[in-house]
T-cell receptor, first 122, second 114 residues
Framework: KAGVTQTPRYLIKTRGQQVTLSCSPI?????VSWYQQTPGQGLQFLFE???????NKGNFPGRFSGRQFSNSRSEMNVSTLELGDSALYLC?????????????????????FGPGTRLTVT | AQKITQTQPGMFVQEKEAVTLDCTYD???????LFWYKQPSSGEMIFLIY??????QNATEGRYSLNFQKARKSANLVISASQLGDSAMYFC???????????FGKGTLLTVNP
Protein backbone atom coordinates (compact mmCIF):
# COMPACT_ATOMS: atom_id res chain seq x y z
CA LYS A 1 0.00 0.00 0.00
CA ALA A 2 1.43 3.39 -0.96
CA GLY A 3 2.28 5.79 1.85
CA VAL A 4 1.34 9.41 2.32
CA THR A 5 2.59 11.53 -0.53
CA GLN A 6 3.23 15.23 -0.51
CA THR A 7 3.94 17.56 -3.38
CA PRO A 8 6.04 19.42 -4.03
CA ARG A 9 8.93 18.25 -1.86
CA TYR A 10 10.78 21.55 -2.03
CA LEU A 11 9.53 25.03 -2.71
CA ILE A 12 11.08 28.49 -2.76
CA LYS A 13 8.77 31.49 -2.64
CA THR A 14 9.10 35.19 -2.18
CA ARG A 15 7.65 37.12 0.71
CA GLY A 16 4.11 38.24 -0.08
CA GLN A 17 3.35 35.40 -2.46
CA GLN A 18 0.97 32.58 -1.74
CA VAL A 19 1.58 28.85 -1.86
CA THR A 20 -0.48 25.67 -2.07
CA LEU A 21 0.79 22.34 -0.78
CA SER A 22 -0.81 19.02 -1.57
CA CYS A 23 -1.18 15.80 0.40
CA SER A 24 -2.54 12.43 -0.69
CA PRO A 25 -3.32 10.13 2.24
CA ILE A 26 -2.90 6.39 2.40
CA UNK A 27 -5.70 4.67 0.52
CA UNK A 28 -8.70 4.22 2.82
CA UNK A 29 -7.64 6.91 5.26
CA UNK A 30 -10.13 9.75 5.59
CA UNK A 31 -8.45 11.89 8.20
CA VAL A 32 -5.65 14.23 7.15
CA SER A 33 -3.68 16.47 9.48
CA TRP A 34 -1.13 19.16 8.79
CA TYR A 35 1.82 20.19 10.95
CA GLN A 36 4.43 22.89 10.69
CA GLN A 37 7.96 22.16 11.88
CA THR A 38 10.49 24.91 12.52
CA PRO A 39 13.73 24.87 14.53
CA GLY A 40 12.38 27.45 16.93
CA GLN A 41 8.80 26.30 17.52
CA GLY A 42 9.16 22.61 16.86
CA LEU A 43 6.19 20.65 15.55
CA GLN A 44 2.94 22.54 15.67
CA PHE A 45 -0.50 21.34 14.67
CA LEU A 46 -2.17 23.35 11.91
CA PHE A 47 -5.50 21.62 11.22
CA GLU A 48 -7.19 18.30 10.68
CA UNK A 49 -9.80 17.30 8.13
CA UNK A 50 -12.16 14.39 8.02
CA UNK A 51 -14.66 13.77 5.24
CA UNK A 52 -14.10 17.23 3.81
CA UNK A 53 -14.77 18.93 7.15
CA UNK A 54 -12.27 20.67 9.36
CA UNK A 55 -12.54 18.98 12.74
CA ASN A 56 -9.75 20.68 14.58
CA LYS A 57 -7.62 23.76 14.13
CA GLY A 58 -4.38 24.90 15.69
CA ASN A 59 -3.37 28.38 16.72
CA PHE A 60 -2.28 29.83 13.40
CA PRO A 61 -3.34 33.06 11.67
CA GLY A 62 -6.02 33.08 9.02
CA ARG A 63 -3.36 33.20 6.30
CA PHE A 64 -3.14 29.44 6.79
CA SER A 65 -6.07 27.56 5.36
CA GLY A 66 -6.83 24.11 4.12
CA ARG A 67 -9.39 21.95 2.48
CA GLN A 68 -10.10 18.33 1.79
CA PHE A 69 -11.60 16.82 -1.30
CA SER A 70 -14.05 13.95 -1.66
CA ASN A 71 -11.19 11.55 -2.44
CA SER A 72 -9.57 12.56 0.92
CA ARG A 73 -6.73 14.41 -0.75
CA SER A 74 -5.96 17.62 1.06
CA GLU A 75 -4.40 20.95 0.27
CA MET A 76 -3.14 23.68 2.49
CA ASN A 77 -2.68 27.25 1.41
CA VAL A 78 -0.62 30.02 2.89
CA SER A 79 -1.32 33.51 1.63
CA THR A 80 0.88 36.57 1.94
CA LEU A 81 3.95 34.58 2.85
CA GLU A 82 6.27 35.81 5.57
CA LEU A 83 9.88 34.88 6.23
CA GLY A 84 8.76 33.07 9.36
CA ASP A 85 6.65 30.69 7.30
CA SER A 86 9.81 28.95 6.16
CA ALA A 87 9.40 25.46 7.55
CA LEU A 88 8.92 21.79 6.89
CA TYR A 89 5.21 21.15 6.40
CA LEU A 90 4.18 17.63 7.28
CA CYS A 91 0.97 15.92 6.37
CA UNK A 92 -0.33 12.84 8.16
CA UNK A 93 -3.24 10.52 7.57
CA UNK A 94 -5.06 8.27 10.01
CA UNK A 95 -6.93 5.02 9.45
CA UNK A 96 -10.69 4.97 10.02
CA UNK A 97 -12.02 4.04 13.40
CA UNK A 98 -8.97 5.06 15.35
CA UNK A 99 -8.85 7.58 18.10
CA UNK A 100 -8.52 7.71 21.84
CA UNK A 101 -11.92 8.89 22.91
CA UNK A 102 -13.60 9.51 26.17
CA UNK A 103 -15.06 6.02 26.01
CA UNK A 104 -11.67 4.75 26.99
CA UNK A 105 -10.99 2.88 23.80
CA UNK A 106 -7.40 1.99 23.41
CA UNK A 107 -7.47 2.21 19.69
CA UNK A 108 -4.52 4.41 18.85
CA UNK A 109 -4.98 7.57 16.84
CA UNK A 110 -2.19 6.51 14.59
CA UNK A 111 -0.86 9.10 12.24
CA UNK A 112 1.24 8.15 9.27
CA PHE A 113 3.35 10.98 8.00
CA GLY A 114 4.45 11.93 4.54
CA PRO A 115 7.96 13.06 3.63
CA GLY A 116 7.05 16.73 4.02
CA THR A 117 7.33 19.82 1.90
CA ARG A 118 10.23 22.08 2.72
CA LEU A 119 9.15 25.67 2.09
CA THR A 120 11.70 28.45 1.95
CA VAL A 121 10.47 32.04 1.89
CA THR A 122 12.99 34.65 0.74
CA ALA B 1 -4.43 21.36 27.20
CA GLN B 2 -1.81 18.72 26.67
CA LYS B 3 1.92 19.06 27.06
CA ILE B 4 4.95 16.91 26.38
CA THR B 5 8.34 17.58 27.95
CA GLN B 6 11.53 16.04 26.63
CA THR B 7 14.40 17.23 28.80
CA GLN B 8 17.27 15.74 26.82
CA PRO B 9 18.15 17.88 23.80
CA GLY B 10 20.85 15.39 22.80
CA MET B 11 21.97 11.91 23.77
CA PHE B 12 24.98 9.82 22.83
CA VAL B 13 25.17 6.03 22.95
CA GLN B 14 27.65 3.43 21.84
CA GLU B 15 26.58 0.97 19.19
CA LYS B 16 24.98 -2.18 20.63
CA GLU B 17 24.20 -0.51 23.96
CA ALA B 18 20.75 0.37 25.26
CA VAL B 19 19.54 3.94 25.65
CA THR B 20 16.55 5.55 27.36
CA LEU B 21 14.94 8.71 26.04
CA ASP B 22 12.87 10.59 28.59
CA CYS B 23 9.35 11.89 28.14
CA THR B 24 6.93 13.35 30.65
CA TYR B 25 3.44 14.48 29.84
CA ASP B 26 0.57 16.47 31.20
CA UNK B 27 -3.06 16.10 30.24
CA UNK B 28 -6.50 16.48 31.74
CA UNK B 29 -8.01 13.88 29.43
CA UNK B 30 -8.93 10.65 31.22
CA UNK B 31 -8.14 8.68 28.09
CA UNK B 32 -5.10 9.36 25.97
CA UNK B 33 -2.39 7.81 23.87
CA LEU B 34 1.34 8.29 23.90
CA PHE B 35 3.48 7.93 20.80
CA TRP B 36 7.11 7.94 19.83
CA TYR B 37 8.29 8.98 16.39
CA LYS B 38 11.71 8.93 14.78
CA GLN B 39 12.75 11.63 12.35
CA PRO B 40 15.93 11.00 10.33
CA SER B 41 17.69 13.85 8.60
CA SER B 42 15.49 13.22 5.55
CA GLY B 43 12.58 14.72 7.48
CA GLU B 44 9.99 11.96 7.39
CA MET B 45 8.31 11.09 10.69
CA ILE B 46 8.42 7.36 11.35
CA PHE B 47 5.98 5.89 13.86
CA LEU B 48 7.77 3.68 16.39
CA ILE B 49 5.51 2.71 19.26
CA TYR B 50 2.22 3.52 20.99
CA UNK B 51 0.92 3.21 24.56
CA UNK B 52 -2.70 3.69 25.53
CA UNK B 53 -3.50 5.16 28.91
CA UNK B 54 -5.61 2.14 29.80
CA UNK B 55 -3.08 -0.42 28.66
CA UNK B 56 -1.90 -2.51 31.57
CA GLN B 57 1.33 -3.66 30.01
CA ASN B 58 4.18 -1.63 28.59
CA ALA B 59 4.26 -1.56 24.81
CA THR B 60 7.07 -3.24 22.91
CA GLU B 61 7.93 -3.23 19.21
CA GLY B 62 11.08 -5.10 18.32
CA ARG B 63 14.02 -3.22 19.83
CA TYR B 64 11.73 -0.46 21.10
CA SER B 65 9.91 -0.56 24.40
CA LEU B 66 7.96 2.09 26.23
CA ASN B 67 8.42 2.41 29.98
CA PHE B 68 5.00 3.76 30.96
CA GLN B 69 4.61 5.04 34.51
CA LYS B 70 1.15 6.54 34.68
CA ALA B 71 1.36 7.87 38.22
CA ARG B 72 4.55 9.74 37.36
CA LYS B 73 3.18 10.76 33.95
CA SER B 74 6.21 9.48 32.16
CA ALA B 75 6.55 7.48 28.94
CA ASN B 76 10.22 6.83 28.33
CA LEU B 77 11.43 5.12 25.17
CA VAL B 78 14.01 2.39 25.55
CA ILE B 79 16.03 1.35 22.51
CA SER B 80 17.96 -1.85 23.01
CA ALA B 81 21.07 -2.83 21.07
CA SER B 82 21.50 0.54 19.38
CA GLN B 83 22.46 0.62 15.73
CA LEU B 84 24.13 3.35 13.69
CA GLY B 85 20.88 3.78 11.79
CA ASP B 86 19.14 4.78 15.02
CA SER B 87 20.86 8.17 14.87
CA ALA B 88 17.98 10.62 14.45
CA MET B 89 15.62 12.98 16.24
CA TYR B 90 13.09 11.27 18.47
CA PHE B 91 9.79 12.86 19.34
CA CYS B 92 7.34 11.94 22.06
CA UNK B 93 3.72 12.90 21.39
CA UNK B 94 0.31 12.68 23.04
CA UNK B 95 -3.22 12.49 21.73
CA UNK B 96 -6.34 12.46 23.81
CA UNK B 97 -9.97 13.28 24.11
CA UNK B 98 -11.67 14.10 20.86
CA UNK B 99 -9.24 16.67 19.58
CA UNK B 100 -7.76 14.37 16.95
CA UNK B 101 -4.30 15.84 16.94
CA UNK B 102 -0.87 15.06 18.27
CA UNK B 103 1.00 17.36 20.61
CA PHE B 104 4.74 16.87 20.28
CA GLY B 105 7.69 17.49 22.54
CA LYS B 106 10.79 19.37 21.41
CA GLY B 107 12.59 16.14 20.59
CA THR B 108 15.86 14.43 21.52
CA LEU B 109 18.71 14.11 19.04
CA LEU B 110 20.22 10.65 19.43
CA THR B 111 23.69 9.96 18.11
CA VAL B 112 24.93 6.39 17.98
CA ASN B 113 28.71 6.10 17.97
CA PRO B 114 30.53 3.14 16.40
Amino acid sequence: KAGVTQTPRYLIKTRGQQVTLSCSPISGHRSVSWYQQTPGQGLQFLFEYFSETQRNKGNFPGRFSGRQFSNSRSEMNVSTLELGDSALYLCASSPPGTGVGVSGTSSPYEQYFGPGTRLTVT
Amino acid sequence: AQKITQTQPGMFVQEKEAVTLDCTYDTSDPSYGLFWYKQPSSGEMIFLIYQGSYDQQNATEGRYSLNFQKARKSANLVISASQLGDSAMYFCAISGGSNYKLTFGKGTLLTVNP
